[in-house]
Nanobody
Framework: VQLQACGGGLVQPGGSLRLSCAAS????????VGWFRQAPGKERDFVAA????????YYADSVKGRFTIFRDNAKNTVYLQMNSLKPEDTAVYYC????????????????WGQGTQVTVSS
């Protein structure tokens, strides 16, 4: 499964962005998908994850209530809607597909996209 993340950019604090993670394979709909982020000099951290069907989601405490993960399996795409963005949300965001649920560790995911930069700054 090849993943392509996009939608990053520069946004002011309090603004919104929607990231997309598009997959190459129709079997993508069988996989739970997670979003992670990595700021300069820091480890890659879990952000959010969604089941293969989209009927359940899990969030890091730092983004709960501000970010929403959802998917459209007909389009082989998972989205991360990010609202009320803060400067501390600045990072490269990665999507990943795994095979177990719930999964919050990077080692639990098998396929990774290339990352998209999100910068929150005035």
């Amino acid at each position: 499964v090849q993943l392509q993340a996009c939608g990053g950019g520069l946004v002011q604090p309090g603004g919104s962005l929607r990231l997309s993670c598009a997959a190459s394979a129709r079997t993508f709909s069988r996989y739970p998908v997670g979003w992670f982020r990595q700021a300069p000099g820091k480890e890659r951290d879990f952000v959010a994850a969604i089941t293969w069907s989209g009927d359940d989601a899990y969030y890091a405490d730092s983004v709960k209530g501000r970010f929403t993960i959802f998917r459209d399996n007909a389009k082989n795409t998972v989205y991360l809607q990010m609202n009320s963005l803060k400067p501390e949300d600045t990072a490269v965001y990665y999507c990943a597909a795994g095979s177990s649920w719930p999964s919050v560790g990077i080692h639990e995911y098998d396929y990774w996209g290339q990352g998209t930069q999100v910068t929150v700054s005035s």
